[in-house]
Nanobody
């Protein structure tokens, strides 16, 4: 199983980035997919998740209205559109796959990919 996150980079405050999480080696549509981030010196935190069909999404309060998660099960890819970025969004963003109905519980995510760095300058 592989989850490959990409699309990170360096942007100025107010800018946008689109992250992608491409999966292989698993029955993609059987998994909720989540995005987590970890800033230097901080614990990994939940950012957003999307259900198997894409019909249910969840966001941490700090990104609501700015980030949008979506998925394409045919392409086995989940996207995270990030708008109005601010320096507090700077972190390594990782995607993960969860075979349970839960969305936020980090411990229930079975497969994890390597992260992609997002840096937002003021």
């Amino acid at each position: 199983v592989q989850l490959q996150a990409s699309g990170g980079g360096s942007v100025q405050a107010g800018g946008s980035l689109r992250l992608s999480c491409a999966a292989s080696g698993l029955h993609f549509s059987a998994y909720n997919i989540g995005w987590f981030r970890q800033a230097p010196g901080k614990e990994r935190e939940f950012v957003s998740a999307i259900s198997r069909s894409g019909g249910t999404t969840d966001y941490v309060d700090s990104v609501k209205g700015r980030f949008t998660i979506s998925r394409d099960n045919d392409k086995k890819t989940v996207y995270l559109q990030m708008n109005s970025l601010n320096p507090e969004d700077t972190a390594v963003y990782s995607c993960a796959a969860n075979p349970t109905p839960a969305m936020r519980a980090r411990t229930l995510y079975k497969y994890w990919g390597h992260g992609t760095q997002v840096t937002v300058s003021s």
